[in-house]
């Protein structure tokens, strides 16, 4: 699948970028799944992107802390919607300006937590195309490190497998994940991002 087709694509499976609209029964928040594209073709297939990632700083009052993640936070109340939340965590967490260096594609379907210690939200994921030029750096005390992984190496079964999260209360419990270039994708992030890489899927 190319570029090209993925607004298409998302807006037939998940409906168009404004029709994502906040849970009114919970807190909401957004993040941008950002595709950067090779230089060297104009309309590139999306498994030659790259998929901007972080990992979060420690932090006792970050329910993720230290996990790897998708730039975005909670949604504000001066921004003017769900995607604007996405463009402005991203560009307070990276330094990525979306506004400026990136366009959305669409949406996914909204993630909700499963642990019963998580916070009680709704995460809108937004998908967002870069140019080749795009850069990220850590821009936050939140954010421990930013990473480009490859799409297909995310796609790759070689790199999946399960991670081993100790839980305090129920003890040891297994995750499906991704492992790459030493980092370690699982829950929220995982179900994100696999649920995005099945888009894919789809025949041309």
């Given at each position: 699948?190319?570029?090209?087709q ?10 168009a970028l404004d029709?994502a ?5 919970r807190r909401n928040?957004a ?9 060297e ?6 498994d030659r ?8 700083a420690?932090s ?6 230290g996990q790897?993640a998708?730039?975005?936070?909670s949604?504000?109340?001066t921004d003017s919607g ?13 330094g ?10 669409g949406?996914i379907e909204p993630?909700r ?5 998580l ?6 994921p937004?998908?967002?195309r ?6 990220a ?6 954010v421990a490190s930013?990473h480009?992984f490859?799409?297909?190496?995310l796609v ?8 081993a ?6 003890g040891?419990r297994e995750?499906p994940?991704?492992r790459?270039?030493g ?6 992030t995982?179900r994100i991002l696999?649920g995005?890489l099945?888009v894919l899927r789809q025949?041309?």
């Amino acid at each position: 699948m190319r570029l090209s087709q993925l607004p298409d694509v998302l807006a037939d499976r998940f409906g168009a970028l404004d029709s994502a609209l906040p849970d009114r029964h919970r807190r909401n928040a957004a993040v941008a799944v950002v595709l950067r594209s090779p230089s060297e073709v104009a309309d590139p297939r999306v498994d030659r992107c790259e998929v901007l990632a972080i990992k979060r700083a420690h932090s006792s009052r970050d329910p993720w802390s230290g996990q790897m993640a998708l730039p975005g936070g909670s949604l504000d109340e001066t921004d003017s919607g769900l995607v604007a939340a996405a463009v402005r965590e991203t560009r307070e967490e990276t330094g990525l300006r979306l506004d400026r260096d990136g366009h959305p594609l669409g949406r996914i379907e909204p993630m909700r937590p499963l642990g019963v210690r998580l916070p009680v939200i709704t995460i809108w994921p937004f998908v967002f195309r870069s140019g080749p030029a795009a850069k990220a750096r850590v821009a936050s005390r939140e954010v421990a490190s930013v990473h480009w992984f490859p799409v297909h190496a995310l796609v790759d079964g070689a790199n999946r497998g399960s991670y081993a999260y100790h839980d305090p209360d129920l003890g040891v419990r297994e995750f499906p994940c991704i492992r790459l270039e030493g980092r370690v994708i699982w829950g929220l992030t995982y179900r994100i991002l696999t649920g995005f890489l099945e888009v894919l899927r789809q025949p041309e």
